[in-house]
């Protein structure tokens, strides 16, 4: 064996440091009681002063819920989650409209500066009026803040509606453009799709809508931040975005959460639905709480995405930087319909500590002339595992299909694991379906390479692990690359083996 | 046939424990028989088995074979293998609908290789619990044929024949079960041709043990008849320095499964498995593969090409299992697919399931039809569209018997395949 107490050495500095996003927030909640039954969704159901179909919607989900069973075949392990231990309404009290920046809670306030969200951003999600009238010299991103079960509020809402842009949480989609979320809530992804969806029909609370209309290029970045503060809380929040035809936008989702002891559990639904030539750019970045450096707390993600490409040409593309949550569980998926539409999947993820990642996509292809990429990185370090799961599958309509996946791992220490696991279904002679996959460490030429130009241990490996997710990161909008980047870096600090 | 009326309605897995409820069993066997009548066969929805449907399988009902009429032996025999000279002057043993047929059988006289024939079904490497054909084959197996080659001993290349002969009153079914034992520094090369005709069930599995530094070469031609079904489990234990390789071709079956686990228990030993699955008609055929490396120091490598034509459905599921303990592993896995029709189906799933960091591990997938710029190259010098397509079809195919060591056996197997044999220059 190589240097063990070397390894040993560096190994200990890769313990997960300080989760930066740690902290809670004190501030007066409004929570519905612990546990699942039909009054909870009706008390749900009520808070959001949804109309009667929203709550059969709901109630038809529940009951479809009932009569599944969580999932197994994911790589991962965790204890029995008791359904009936959470609460699934918390919010915010929220005093209505503040005249400037001091009336404002300051906890609320606060919380928002230690995440890092600009000033101007700020003052508006908190609800300060004319907010949206001050200048500063930041690129404009609407953004749509999630705290525990309501959004509560959303930036820049005047500017996108001259656009004729609808962005607003789902519960006020629910109210105010009913005839768009019934036909498109569900569509891609059905109540009872799967266990963690059904729970989700069953009892979200909120999320973001957007809707571009015919050849509408969104005039900004959309970003939807999301945090669970409330302890016992589970997440539950829905996105549904439509691009109609000729349409552009790009969609940027963020997540934290305090650092507690007991796991949390976040489950939720994204529908993405792009018609005739509609693009649309969906990029995470992860960070849920992943738990202390023994395993102890951290979120469960459970997260169902799909989208699907309706009209011909459409495109979607997720690109994902996951670093957080103590486990993930997610597969974003594209149902390729349109005849030549498009479907990427570009993916980061680290485990570090405790940490377990069961994640991946599934490309189905429907359509003549459809094509996927799928670019996969996977690190793992400390004691995590990690998996790439995929499905690629070629029906018999997708004539000229084309696929082409590419999943690298990377292990850092000898206590962690990585696989991967491609499913690919062909029932079409004239696809092609390409895959390739690699295991490996950082090379200890590389590292003495660096070293050797004066750069420290954990420098090269920065340098090594970001040049291996160059490919990713690329995909990422601006503002989020060099965000993603510091991730990397945070969350493999001290791991370099 | 001696059956009453009522137990002739059973079908399925009852109808086959029927065969040996309230005989006098050993404990394994009770295990085993407990086990299935508990959990029964797997549905699409366990992962093992997402791609490959047992339903036939409650569709029939199965019956014990009835001894097979050596006359049928002989003419296949005189047809397959005593024309070549090669092949019919090989030690060989000759199995029909589950019985050693001991007058063509000259393995017996050969002093390399000690046989065994011993009652029930015993074996070390199989689990009962998760493998359900190994299951199946320790309930109703009869005898345990247990071949060993003693220390240093060089056992050259022996044939090993499966016939099986459908019978009306239901489906046959045959559990055989082979050991192979070689001890240090032993060699030996098996031929195992797989043929016959009617609708029947094969259901075999096999132990082999390479001992440190021994060397063994499997050349499996599965070709049974289109309306037999086929689920052989094999599983294969390597201590140190040993090579184990293995050339598999399937061909024949209306279903088979063939689920293949190496367990690399020594240090600096080789695996290797090549397979080629050429289907057509509404053929099934699957191929499973576990490849634990649990030392370090290592090899592996697997090579599965399917060509499939017509309505068939090609399934290939490998796995390559690196233990955290079993660093400097080199393994690697291909699986490629070859689709010449709009209806033919390929599935498959290679995984990886690393736990070491100092390995170097790669798998790749490839689906596709014909290159059409190689058809054109060809086809613009004047080769035909059908004789272009063959060509290009032997060049895919004839890579996976390359390798072949023992030349009979890459003679035949290069046959089977339809690849044209060039004589070796060299």
């Known amino acids: 064996m190589t240097k063990p107490t070397q390894d040993e050495a560096l190994l200990k500095q890769l313990e997960p440091n300080a989760y930066k996003w740690g902290f809670e927030t004190q501030i007066e909640m409004d929570m519905a009681p612990k546990g699942l039954n039909e009054d909870i969704i009706r008390l749900i159901s009520a808070r959001k002063e949804e109309p009667e179909w929203m709550l059969a919607w709901r109630l038809k989900a529940y009951h479809l819920w009932l009569t599944m069973t969580p999932p197994q075949w994911a790589k991962v392990g965790h204890p029995e989650i008791d359904f009936q231990d959470l609460h699934y309404y918390a919010a915010p009290k929220k005093k ?23 000033l101007k951003e700020r003052a508006i999600l908190a609800g300060v009026e004319g907010a949206e009238e001050m200048s500063d010299n930041h690129p404009p991103v609407a953004i749509d803040a999630v705290f525990d079960s309501v959004s509560v509020a959303t930036t820049f809402k005047e500017t996108l509606s001259k656009a004729g842009v609808i962005f607003c949480p789902i519960s006020e989609a629910i109210r105010d453009y009913p005839e768009l979320v019934k036909k498109y809530l569900g569509s891609v992804v059905p109540q009872g799709d799967n266990f963690y969806s059904a729970l989700n029909s069953a009892v979200f609370t909120d999320g973001s809508f ?23 809380t589970g997440q539950f929040e829905r996105t549904l975005i439509i691009a109609d035809d000729k349409s552009t936008v790009s969609y940027l989702e963020g997540c934290t959460a305090p650092q507690r002891d007991e796991n949390q559990l976040h489950a939720a639904v994204v529908e993405l639905i792009a018609m005739e030539d509609a693009f649309i750019k969906y990029s995470t970045v992860q960070n849920w709480y992943p738990g202390d450096k023994d395993g102890k707390g951290g979120i469960y993600n459970f997260v169902t995405k799909r989208a699907a490409c309706r009209g011909a040409r459409a495109r979607v593309s997720w690109t994902q930087v996951e670093t957080g949550s103590a486990i993930t569980w997610k597969y974003p998926s594209c149902i390729l319909q349109g005849e030549g539409s498009i479907g990427e999947f570009y993916s980061v993820a680290v485990t570090n500590g405790h940490q377990q990642a069961d994640t991946g996509t599934k490309m189905i292809h429907i359509g003549r002339n459809t094509r996927s990429t799928i670019l996969a990185k996977t690190i793992s370090a400390g004691k995590s595992d990690s998996t790439y799961r995929g499905l690629v599958r070629m029906l018999p309509r997708a004539k000229d299909a084309r696929n082409f996946t590419e999943c690298d791992s990377l292990l850092i220490g000898d206590q962690c694991g990585a696989h991967t696991v491609p499913y690919i279904e062909s029932q079409n002679s004239s696809v092609k379906i390409e895959h390739e996959a690699t295991t490996s460490k950082i090379s200890d030429e590389q590292l003495f390479y660096c070293q050797q130009r004066g750069l420290s241990k954990e420098e090269a490996i920065g340098l090594i692990v970001n040049g291996f997710c160059k490919d990713v990161l690329k995909e990422l909008p601006m503002e989020f690359a060099v965000e993603a980047q510091q991730l990397l870096q945070i969350s493999l600090e001290g791991s370099v083996g | 046939m001696h059956k009453n009326s009522e137990e002739s309605k059973d079908t399925g897995l009852s109808s086959l424990l029927s065969r040996v409820k309230g005989k006098n069993t050993s404990s394994e066997q009770e295990k085993a028989i407990r086990l299935l009548s508990e959990a029964g066969l797997p549905s699409r929805r366990v992962e093992n088995w997402k791609y490959t449907d047992l339903r036939w399988f409650n569709q029939h009902q199965f019956v014990k074979p009835v001894p097979v009429n050596t006359q049928q032996v002989q003419e296949w025999l005189e047809e397959n293998v005593f024309p070549l000279p090669n092949l019919s002057e090989l030690p060989r043993l000759i199995i029909a609908n589950g019985q050693i047929i001991k007058e063509f059988s000259t393995l017996f006289d050969d002093s390399n290789c000690q046989i065994d024939i011993k009652d029930g079904v015993y074996g070390s490497l199989g689990r009962l619990q998760k493998d359900i054909m190994t299951t199946l084959n320790y309930a109703i197996g009869q005898q345990t044929l247990q071949l060993t080659i003693s220390k240093g001993q060089q056992a050259g290349t022996i044939l090993f024949v499966y016939l099986g002969y459908g019978q009306n009153d239901g489906l046959v079914s045959f559990h055989h079960r082979l050991n192979i034992e070689l001890q240090d520094h032993a060699q030996l090369s098996v031929i195992e041709m797989n043929a016959g005709c009617g609708e029947y069930f094969t259901n075999p599995v096999c132990e082999i043990k390479v001992g440190p530094r021994a060397n063994f070469e499997y050349n499996k031609l599965l070709n049974s008849s289109l309306e037999s079904y086929n689920c052989a489990n094999l599983y294969v234990s390597l201590a140190d320095h040993a090579t184990y390789r293995q050339f598999l071709i399937s061909k024949g079956s209306k279903f088979s499964r063939q689920e293949v686990y190496i367990d690399i228990n020594g240090e600096w030993s080789n695996a290797s498995f090549q397979a080629v699955q050429k289907l057509a008609d509404r053929q099934h055929a699957d191929i499973t593969t576990v490849f634990s490396h649990l030392v370090p120091h290592c090899q592996s490598d697997q090579n599965v090409k399917n060509i499939l034509t017509d ?89 996976a018997v390359e390798d072949v060591n023992d030349p009979i056996a890459k003679q035949l197997l290069k046959e089977q395949l339809g690849v044209e044999v060039v004589e070796d220059i060299t």
């Open chain 1, 210 to 232: 957007v809707y571009i209309p015919k050849g509408v290029r969104c005039p900004m970045e959309l970003s939807t931040y999301f945090r669970i503060n409330a302890k016992n």
């Open chain 2, 311 to 399: 309505q068939s459905h090609g399934v290939f599921q490998g796995k390559v299992f690196v233990h955290q303990k079993a660093q400097k592993t080199n393994a690697q896995q291909q699986n490629q697919a070859l689709l010449l029709s709009d209806q033919a189906e390929i599935n498959t799933k290679p995984e990886l399931e690393i736990y070491a960091d100092d390995v170097k591990c790669s798998h790749g997938a490839t689906v596709g039809a014909l290159d059409e710029d190689q058809l054109f190259f060809l086809m613009a010098r004047g080769i035909p569209f059908h004789q272009a397509r063959d060509i290009l079809i032997n060049a895919f195919v004839a890579q």
């Open chain 1, 96 to 118: 209505k409209g503040p005249k400037s920046l001091d009336e404002v809670d300051p906890e609320l306030l606060r919380t928002y500066e230690k995440l890092g969200i600009p």
